[in-house]
């Protein structure tokens, strides 16, 4: 990998990341109430 598609991977993995996040976060916000 040379240093645009590694910066593009960690770009794409860390928004996916905080994505299932926000979503796990919102089910169990829901569940809680």
Known sequence: ?????GLLLHMYHAGYVSWKYAKG???GR????
């Open 25 to 27: 976060w919102e089910v």
């Open 1 to 5: 990998l040379d240093g645009r598609e």
């Open 30 to 33: 829901k569940q809680s109430q």
